[in-house]
């Protein structure tokens, strides 16, 4: 029987000796290389890890622990910008010198504060409604985030050059396009925990009195009516559908992968038709009442 043979040890970092500026696509190459644990950031071994290959590039000596602690050390301190102890996309091009308009898309004034926010991005971009923001549709995300730095007379070749960047940092699964939770590590935003969960809202509604159900009709209401418009309505209502899915374990394990959007769209047009009784596209209270089947 034959011996598995071992992985030989890869130092990306030498396929790119000596280059001023990293081009989109090889900037992130070797992010995604140290992202070891696909949170978005370098962080835990992937530090160790890239400083070594760090060593090993600039210099021919011997790289022992010591000396990657003192480089690591070192760097951490000058470009660490937000202190936790991990390397941003960001952070790593005072690094590693890249295109400045590809850094641009990661430079934001204003993160995302919620999923509603995401939501109502996503809308906006999935325009065909397949559950996913495809190539083209994140082409268009590009375009727009770069106007809005002014930067509006970038070439097409420039812009499908950053889609199969960012694909490669983001698109976890290899599948082309990139899912809710995808976009979610694209832009940084923290997707909430599902509230009809986590605070036992939903648990046992029969056993309260009519007094207590209305109360917790109006908490779970309160929490998905952002806008405070006395409605659900837009991506409030996508993600009240979303969590209802969740909780009912029609979306179970999936945690907006791969096509759990369209399940949302499926299940939010099922809801309501029998929901929205009025047929304004919008939820009342007493609307979200009949969707979680609180009765009198």
């Not at 923001?133 to 994140?138: A, K, V, Y």
């Not at 976009?183 to 648990?203: C, G, H, P, W």
Request: glycine content about 6%.
């Amino acid at each position: 029987m034959s011996k598995q043979r071992r992985k030989s040890y890869v130092n990306i970092l030498q396929k790119y000796p000596s280059l001023n500026e990293y081009s989109a696509e090889k900037f992130s190459e070797i992010f995604n290389h140290y992202d070891t644990n696909d949170s978005g950031y370098i962080d835990d071994e992937g530090l160790d890890k890239f400083f070594k290959d760090l060593l090993m590039t600039m210099s021919s000596n011997e790289v022992t622990p010591e000396l990657v602690k003192d480089l690591k050390d070192c760097f951490m301190e000058s470009y660490d910008d937000a202190k936790d102890g991990r390397i941003a996309i960001t952070e790593l091009a005072n690094i590693l010198p890249t295109d400045e308009n590809f850094i641009l898309l990661f430079r934001r004034e204003e993160n995302l504060q919620s999923s509603v926010e995401l939501m109502t991005l996503w809308k906006k971009y999935d325009k065909n409604k397949s559950g996913y923001i495809t190539r083209h549709e994140l082409g268009d995300f590009i375009r727009d985030l770069l106007a809005q730095r002014g930067k509006k007379l970038v070439p097409e070749e420039k812009i499908k050059e950053y889609v199969k960047a960012m694909l490669k940092i983001f698109d976890k699964n290899n599948d082309g396009h990139l899912s809710l939770a995808e976009m979610a590590r694209l832009l940084a935003v923290k997707t909430e925990e599902n509230f009809l969960i986590t605070s036992s809202r939903m648990v046992k509604f029969q056993d309260l009195s009519p007094k207590e159900r209305n109360a917790r009709l109006n908490e779970v209401f309160d929490h998905y009516d952002k806008g405070k418009t006395n409605y659900l309505e837009g991506a409030e209502i996508d993600l009240f559908v979303k969590d209802l899915l969740d909780y009912g374990g029609l979306n179970e394990g999936d945690d907006f992968q791969q096509d759990s959007m369209r399940k949302v769209q499926i299940f939010k047009q099922t809801l309501m038709q029998h929901c929205d009784i009025d047929g304004d596209g919008k939820l009342s209270k007493a609307e979200v009442k009949m969707c979680i089947g609180i009765h009198e």
